[in-house]
């Protein structure tokens, strides 16, 4: 059978393929961790997987779609001051409040959370299953990329400078492993633009296969470090616990903000996903540049507990206002 109809058939019973082999991963990088040559080929396969991905990225994204979103200001203002800088605060105020009960690694992990950038396949996907505005939330979840290649650094070195901060030298590194390929795909874009867009899977499969590369072998040097012995079950659970507040607080926040300032519900919708997802797909190519030498595993582990339950609840949300949507189609008819 293979793999994407076992996905399929996994999907009838409510399981995410995905996240099962993220999970897969993690126990592999556990259990049967890569060192030696082997690490140096895995990390190797990763930065070039990585380069790859932003390359396809750069090919498929129409600039004019773009362009045409920046017309809609308020909303892509309420989704970047929401992704750089309502949730950067939020993350320091939560990082130094549990600053005593937490491994500090974790503590930059949470704070490195909170400057990511937002999510691009599944803000998007979310946004149209719930009926939303599909455009927009398009342009903002690419905006709020782009700008992260040079945001999410910055804020890093911003909020990190007293707990030994990131390698200045590491902000060059996100650029040229990010935003190179990104625009090198924008150039060759007339070129290859619709055999990309026409392929879909093929991106996906090397977005979510770079993604399980970099935990692999971020979760194998934590293993072969000793990392996870500072880790114990207490600390794994109040981490889950900070991540689960965290994405309530800011669900609540961005429908909240959206009524008050007037958004049309299909806006406000956008504004939920876009402004309330984080990336896995930036942050994880990002952490193994910025914080090259320390204990990536657990700098990491806030943002792949936030992205796996933020894929649950929104995916939730999304087929509730999908289904509101539906009956209200069919009482109207």
Request: glycine letters at 10%; hydrophobic letters at 60%; a positive charge.
């Amino acid at each position: 059978m293979s793999p994407p109809a076992i996905f399929q058939r996994l999907r009838r019973f409510g399981i995410d393929g995905y996240l099962l082999l993220l999970f897969v991963m993690v126990l592999l990088g556990s259990v049967l961790p890569a060192s030696g040559v082997f690490a140096d080929v895995v990390r190797i396969a990763s930065l070039l997987a990585v380069g790859l991905l932003f390359f396809l990225y750069g090919a498929r994204l129409d600039t004019a779609a773009v362009v045409a979103g920046l017309a809609n200001w308020r909303l892509q203002g309420l989704v970047l001051a929401t992704t750089y800088l309502a949730f950067p605060v939020a993350a320091l105020l939560v990082a130094l409040a549990l600053g005593p009960w937490l491994d500090p690694h974790i503590g930059m992990g949470l704070l490195f959370l909170g400057a990511l950038p937002s999510t691009v396949q599944s803000s998007i996907a979310f946004t149209a299953l719930a009926r939303g505005n599909v455009p927009a939330a398009l342009c903002a979840a690419s905006i709020s990329n782009l700008l992260g290649v040079v945001l999410t650094p910055a804020l890093c070195a911003v909020l990190l400078n007293s707990q030994g901060g990131i390698n200045p030298g590491a902000i060059g590194g996100v650029a040229l492993q990010i935003l190179l390929p990104f625009v090198l795909g924008q150039l060759a874009r007339p070129w290859i633009g619709d055999w990309v867009r026409r392929h879909r899977r093929f991106t996906l499969s090397v977005d979510r296969g770079s993604i399980l590369l970099i935990v692999y072998s971020a979760f194998s040097a934590g293993m072969v470090s000793g990392v996870w012995s500072q880790v114990d079950g207490l600390s794994l659970a109040l981490i889950c616990a900070v991540v689960t507040v965290m994405l309530a607080v800011v669900l609540f926040a961005t429908t909240a903000v959206g009524r008050l300032v007037g958004l049309p519900a299909a806006d406000r919708l956008a504004l939920l996903f876009c402004g309330s997802t984080k990336s896995l797909a930036s942050g994880v190519p990002m952490a193994a540049i910025l914080f090259a030498g320390q204990p990536v595993s657990l700098i990491i582990l806030p943002i792949m507990l936030y992205h796996q339950l933020q894929l649950i609840v929104c995916a939730v949300i999304a087929q509730r206002h999908a289904a509101l949507a539906e009956e209200t189609e069919a009482t109207a008819a």
